[in-house]
């Protein structure tokens, strides 16, 4: 999956920042020395987390020269937020050394750099690897989206292979940082948290095991394997659903062949879809208890009192999980055609098997079975077996 823009990479560096605990060792003296395009009043602030609580470490009022300055001590490097009057939030990696800091100071996202430790050049050189894919994609994205809605699939793929081939190539850059520079550095672990672990669970886990056979690993080392192992389970198990999301996905893309469909109507009778191969069929998810899709029903029923003579059906395929009020809502709404459930509502095989998120939805197939649209609602509907039709 794609992940780009600005707020992710922020979201990253808050992960870190809230959950990397760090162990005392060595106290270690660290300045800040910063200066600040706009000058107000208010306070510049250096926040840390320790233990549950954030803890503002140091202030600073910013003086007629637009310059600041922050002391203090730190135990081992952590991710430390500086706050420029409440106005713009930044991350850093808090190391010992002296810190030189230039900002915006008046805006969220606005101009800041910070440099002068060894950490600080390694997370800038991450941040310098993600910002070439946030420029690379951000287009791309756009377009792809543009280009999806448009209903021009083969160009959408196109678009989607080239921004996935792109993000590949920004996942080995950090990995290739990760390896030179070796997970001792936070920032290297920070690295590791702007991979997908949906595509690189793998290095993840190698990178796992390389870090539980350190004889002294860092604390901040030992805070990311703790957070992985915890989550392994559920991150395997995510990744498998997504790659079965994916498969169901092609099998549902305009011109494959709908899958059967076999269930009960409401008296107790399986019915296949495919019983009404050779005609127009729209496969109509709905239910019920759903407002939506109960306010879309006399748009089906139209359709079907027009064109059901012309080799028009409609399957209907119903999410709600109680009989009485299936069959009420099938009867108050005049709906003729074949309908069927198991249901089990939101736990339906129907669900699992073609990718139903949320209802009404439907899928148009031809005489053999293909989808030949998706989503037909209202006009649309009507336009699209006006179209089909016309010469019938």
């Known amino acids: 999956m794609i992940k780009i823009g600005n707020s992710i990479f922020i979201a990253l560096v808050m992960a870190l920042f809230f959950?990397?605990?760090?162990?005392?060792?060595?106290?270690?003296?660290?300045?800040?020395?910063?200066?600040?395009?706009?000058?107000?009043?208010?306070?510049?602030?250096?926040?840390?987390?320790?233990?549950?609580?954030?803890?503002?470490?140091?202030?600073?009022?910013?003086?007629?020269?637009?310059?600041?300055?922050?002391?203090?001590?730190?135990?081992?490097?952590?991710?430390?937020?500086?706050?420029?009057?409440?106005?713009?939030?930044?991350?850093?990696?808090?190391?010992?050394?002296?810190?030189s800091i230039e900002a915006d100071g008046n805006r969220p996202g606005g101009y800041f750099s910070a440099d002068g430790t060894k950490e600080l050049e390694l997370q800038n050189r991450v941040k310098s690897i993600h910002?070439?894919?946030?420029?690379?994609?951000?287009?791309?994205?756009?377009?792809?989206?543009?280009?999806?809605?448009?209903?021009?699939?083969?160009?959408?793929?196109?678009?989607?292979?080239?921004?996935?081939?792109?993000?590949?190539?920004?996942?080995?850059?950090?990995k290739n940082f990760i390896d030179s520079v070796g997970t001792e550095y936070l920032s290297a672990v920070f690295a590791l948290n702007l991979l997908d672990y949906r595509t690189s669970f793998e290095y993840m886990d190698q990178t796992a095991k390389k870090i539980a056979q350190k004889q002294?690993?860092?604390?901040?080392?030992?805070?990311?394997?703790?957070?992985?192992?915890?989550?392994?389970?559920?991150?395997l198990a995510s990744i498998q659903a997504e790659e079965r999301k994916a498969e169901i996905a092609k099998k549902l893309r305009l011109g494959a062949k709908f899958p059967e469909i076999d269930l009960p109507d409401p008296s107790g009778k399986n019915r296949k879809l495919s019983e009404l191969r050779g005609k127009y069929v729209l496969v109509d998810f709905?239910?019920?208890?759903?407002?939506?899709?109960?306010?879309?029903?006399?748009?089906?029923?139209?359709?079907?009192?027009?064109?059901?003579?012309?080799?028009?059906?409609?399957?209907?395929?119903?999410?709600?999980?109680?009989?009485?009020?299936?069959?009420?809502?099938?009867?108050?709404?005049?709906?003729?055609?074949?309908?069927?459930?198991?249901?089990?509502?939101?736990?339906?095989?129907?669900?699992?098997?073609f990718n139903i998120n949320s209802i009404p939805a439907n899928f148009l197939l031809d005489p053999e079975g293909r989808i030949i649209a998706t989503n037909l609602r209202g006009i649309n509907l009507e336009q699209k077996l006006e179209e089909i039709f016309k010469s019938v």
């Open 286 to 353: 709905w239910a019920g208890w759903c407002r939506p899709c109960r306010m879309e029903n006399p748009n089906l029923v139209a359709a079907y009192e027009k064109y059901s003579s012309k080799g028009f059906e409609i399957f209907g395929v119903s999410l709600d999980s109680k009989k009485d009020q299936w069959e009420d809502a099938i009867q108050k709404d005049k709906l003729t055609w074949i309908q069927v459930s198991d249901l089990k509502q939101w736990n339906s095989i129907v669900v699992r098997d």
């Open 216 to 235: 002294d690993p860092k604390p901040h080392e030992i805070e990311w394997l703790s957070n992985f192992n915890n989550n392994r389970a559920q991150m």
């Open 131 to 174: 910002q070439g894919l946030i420029e690379k994609v951000q287009k791309d994205k756009q377009l792809y989206t543009i280009t999806l809605a448009k209903g021009n699939y083969d160009e959408a793929d196109s678009i989607k292979s080239s921004m996935e081939e792109q993000v590949e190539v920004h996942h080995q850059l950090l």
């Open 19 to 99: 959950s990397c605990g760090q162990q005392q060792s060595l106290t270690d003296q660290f300045e800040i020395r910063g200066k600040v395009k706009f000058l107000r009043d208010g306070y510049v602030k250096l926040i840390v987390r320790e233990g549950e609580a954030l803890v503002t470490l140091d202030s600073s009022a910013v003086g007629e020269d637009s310059v600041f300055m922050l002391k203090g001590t730190v135990t081992n490097p952590k991710f430390a937020q500086i706050d420029f009057y409440g106005k713009q939030q930044e991350f850093i990696v808090l190391s010992e050394g002296k810190i």
